[in-house]
């Protein structure tokens, strides 16, 4: 069964520290990964995408990583502002079209000063 | 240029009544995306349309319906609502047959009392 699992669920850091969110998934075939951003009742906004043959891909303080061997993938944030607070959502394309896209639950993360 | 925009942003009806949500894709994209956030819960893919056809149906029941127009935006219609049916609806769209990232709108926040 195609599932991508997101952890943690939740996290909360502090102002100024980084983190990294992790996804695993079990979708084949397999086209693209992407990490959206989600604030709360608001649209997804894309952070990255990446293909089969990419290992990383940074979007400023962001950094996702795709290792397609273990299908993982991370998604690093550096010096995590307060505006970082928001749900990210982990999307594995299945290939052929739109509609095979895959989502996480998604991990929420509450940056506090 | 003009994102992925959908009205109503608020939308509450009653139980057994029916909602029609709208949107517009970015100009040149063809195909349009619309899932359902229920709260807590990750995207569920709800329908696709490409060139005015019905090309992908996630699993939901009949009473969830929709359709696109000759200029690509699209109508998503929920009858007999139910009180579960209260969610976030998003609208995504692409360039036709792109699997490419989908561009979101912000959403109709459907509210069934």
């Known amino acids: 069964k195609n599932q991508v699992e997101q952890s943690p669920q939740s996290l909360i850091i502090l102002e100024g520290k980084n983190c990294t969110l992790q996804c695993n998934y079990t979708v084949s075939p397999f086209s693209n990964l992407r990490w959206y951003k989600q604030d709360t009742g608001r649209g997804p906004v894309s952070l990255t995408i990446m293909t089969f043959s990419e290992n990383t891909k940074s979007n400023g303080r962001y950094t996702a990583t795709l290792d397609a061997d273990t299908k993982q993938s991370s998604l690093h944030i550096t010096a995590s502002q307060l505006s970082d607070s928001a749900s990210y959502i982990c999307?594995?394309?299945?290939?052929?079209?739109?509609?095979?896209?895959?989502f996480g639950k998604g991990t929420k993360l509450s940056v506090k000063p | 240029e003009a994102g992925v925009t959908q009205s109503p942003t608020h939308l509450i009806k009653t139980r057994g009544q029916q909602a029609t949500l709208r949107c517009s894709p970015i100009?040149?994209?063809?195909?349009v995306y619309w899932y359902q956030q229920a709260l807590g819960l990750g995207l569920q893919f709800l329908l696709w349309y490409d060139e005015g056809e019905e090309r992908n149906r996630g699993n939901f029941p009949p009473r969830f319906s929709g359709r696109q127009f000759p200029n690509y935006s699209s109508e998503l219609n929920v009858n007999a609502l139910e009180l579960e049916d209260s969610a976030l609806y998003l609208c995504?769209?692409?360039?036709?047959?792109?699997?490419?990232?989908?561009?979101f709108g912000q959403g109709t926040r459907l509210t069934v009392v």
């Open positions: 995504a769209s692409s360039p036709r047959w792109a699997n490419t990232e989908a561009f």
């Open positions: 100009s040149g994209h063809t195909s």
């Open positions: 999307v594995v394309s299945g290939g052929g079209s739109q509609g095979n896209l895959i």
